[in-house]
């Protein structure tokens, strides 16, 4: 089945340490790509969005993911985490032909060990 | 600016009994609607969406249906609950374009017993 696949379930870092979260997609054609971060306690909240041009994309409060065709991945990254970063975080793609609705990965906790 | 409310926030209900859960979007017309359900470990599962009154598309059969009586407003129901519907249920919209992607409201958190 087609899907989108979150490599990691839980991730433990330490302050000042990078991260990058994996994230697959088995759709073919062209799609559009999400990243999105429900802290504890809050909304799920959008991280950043890829469409299309660059395919290294900026988000907020630092994070970047880049989108690579040919590995069908949407990685996310941030090359110094903070204790705020402490959260769960949710791949998602839009497939071609599926209208508006999105399909998201499983999640990856992220704990940020000050 | 744009806002969603989705109640209850938590809400625990006996096996067989109905189910209710209210949407509503503000700032916004025509809004494409969604209905996920969050389960620990297993991401988000699309259960319905709408994009305009009247209009519903189920994506996995369930015991659970959902309805858009008005633009802004998208309900999901349950004539009978089951255990297995436990679990946190979430209210999302976008614009067509998703060009913001979907906002998704604070979520209910249902358990049947």
């Known amino acids: 089945a087609q899907s989108v696949s979150q490599h990691n379930h839980h991730v433990i870092l330490s302050e000042a340490a990078s991260l990058e979260l994996g994230c697959n997609y088995s759709?073919?054609?062209?799609?559009?790509l999400f990243w999105y971060v429900q802290y504890p306690g809050q909304h799920l909240q959008l991280l950043l969005k890829?469409?299309?041009?660059?395919?290294l994309v900026k988000g907020i409060k630092g994070f970047e993911a880049e989108f690579i065709k040919s590995k069908f991945s949407f990685n996310l990254r941030k090359p110094s985490v903070q204790w705020s970063d402490t959260a769960e975080y949710f791949c998602?793609?839009?497939?071609?032909?599926?209208?508006?609705?999105?399909?998201f990965g499983a999640g990856t906790t992220v704990t940020v060990r000050a | 600016s744009q806002t969603i409310h989705q109640w209850p926030a938590t809400l625990v209900q006996p096996v067989g009994s109905p189910l209710s859960l209210e949407c509503t979007v503000e700032?916004?017309?025509?809004?494409?609607l969604y209905w996920y359900r969050q389960a620990a470990g297993r991401g988000l599962q699309l259960l319905f969406y709408?994009?305009?009154?009247?209009?519903i598309s189920s994506e996995v059969p369930q015991n659970l249906s959902a309805s858009r009586p008005q633009d802004r407003q998208f309900i999901l129901s349950s004539k009978k609950l089951l255990l297995s519907d436990s679990g946190f249920y979430l209210c999302?919209?976008?614009?067509?374009?998703?060009?913001?992607?979907?906002?998704f409201g604070s979520g209910t958190r249902l358990t049947v017993v």
């Open positions: 999302a919209w976008s614009e067509d374009s998703l060009g913001n992607g979907y906002t």
């Open positions: 709408s994009v305009g009154i009247g209009q």
């Open positions: 890829y469409f299309s041009g660059d395919p």
């Open positions: 759709y073919g054609g062209t799609v559009n």
């Open positions: 700032g916004t017309s025509n809004p494409n």
């Open positions: 998602a793609v839009n497939p071609p032909l599926r209208d508006y609705k999105l399909s």
